[in-house]
């Protein structure tokens, strides 16, 4: 069964960095796409990362509004995927969780077959 669990979350002043990890378990990390998702208080979930599957060709993907502050990166040994967040702002303040596929591409990730419990982000301003 795969499982995913997220660590690293906290309460940041707004302009600080902070850095996420995600656990993974339980399926071939190098064949899965994976991907990071914030929800906030009354909003949608929100892609915010997303890395391909080496046979994808392992490249990252972002939203177009985060490109430059976020970079999702693995490590395979650790079976581990990182998103590292600067310039923090008070709008990223969400519970942060990652998800993992084998075959939904990235764009499809909100359907993915496994995801973590999340683990909260506040940013103050």
């Known amino acids: 069964e795969a499982q995913l669990a997220e660590s690293g979350g906290g309460l940041v002043q707004a302009g600080e960095s902070l850095r996420l990890s995600c656990t993974t378990s339980?399926?071939?990390?190098?064949?899965?796409?994976i991907a990071w998702f914030r929800q906030a208080p009354g909003k949608g979930a929100e892609k915010v990362a997303c890395?391909?599957?080496?046979?994808?060709?392992?490249?990252?993907d972002y939203p177009d509004s985060l490109k430059g502050r976020f970079t999702i990166s693995k490590d395979n040994a650790k079976k581990t995927v990182d998103l590292q967040m600067i310039s923090l702002t008070p709008e990223d303040t969400a519970v942060y969780y990652c998800?993992?596929?084998?075959?939904?591409?990235?764009?499809?990730?909100?359907?993915?077959?496994?995801r973590g419990q999340g683990t909260q982000v506040t940013v103050s301003s």
């Open positions: 339980g399926f071939p990390f190098d064949d899965w796409n």
């Open positions: 998800a993992a596929d084998p075959y939904r591409p990235c764009w499809a990730m909100a359907e993915a077959t496994a």
């Open positions: 890395i391909r599957k080496s046979a994808g060709g392992g490249s990252a």
